[in-house]
C-alpha cells in the first residue's frame, strides 16, 4: 500500500520561510516521480514543483521560481519543498503526489496523493 504523509505546514508571515516533507511508502524515487500540489479553496489544484529521479528532471511554476526548491532523500523516501519569500497568494493546501516515472504538470495524472498540509501566510 502506497502511503504519502505531509508535514511542515504552518502559519509564516509574508517573507518567511517553511519547509514541507513527505514521507513516503509503498514506492520508491526509482518508479515514481514526486510532485508538490497546491489548492486554494474554491480553485483548482496547480502543480508547483515536481522532481523525477528517472530523467533527472525538475519542474517549478513560474509563481513559485526561484523562492521554492524541490529536494529528496532516497534512502529516507522523503521528499521536501523548501518555500522561502512566501507571499500571502502562497496561502494553500499542499499536496505530496506521486507520479509513475516522469514528472507531469497535470494533477489528474498524478496515481498517489498525501492528506495535505495548510500553509498559511500572513501580510
Known amino acids: 500500500e502506497v502511503q504519502l504523509v505531509e508535514s511542515g505546514g504552518g502559519l509564516v508571515q509574508a517573507g518567511g520561510s517553511l519547509t514541507l516533507s513527505c514521507a513516503a511508502s509503498?514506492?520508491?524515487?526509482?518508479?515514481?516521480?514526486i510532485g508538490w500540489v497546491r489548492q486554494v479553496p474554491g480553485e483548482g489544484r496547480e502543480v508547483v514543483s515536481c522532481?523525477?529521479?528517472?530523467?533527472?528532471?525538475?519542474y517549478y511554476a513560474d509563481s513559485v521560481k526561484g523562492r521554492f526548491a524541490i529536494s529528496s532523500d532516497n534512502a529516507k523516501i522523503s521528499a521536501y519543498l523548501r518555500m522561502d519569500s512566501l507571499k500571502p497568494e502562497d496561502t494553500a493546501v499542499y499536496y505530496c503526489?506521486?507520479?509513475?516515472?516522469?514528472?507531469?504538470?497535470?494533477?489528474?495524472?498524478?496515481?498517489?496523493w498525501g492528506q495535505g498540509t495548510q500553509v498559511t501566510v500572513s501580510s
Open positions: 522532481t523525477s529521479k528517472s530523467d533527472g528532471t525538475t
Open positions: 509503498g514506492l520508491t524515487f526509482d518508479d515514481y516521480a
Open positions: 503526489a506521486a507520479h509513475a516515472v516522469f514528472c507531469t504538470k497535470d494533477t489528474h495524472e498524478y496515481d498517489y
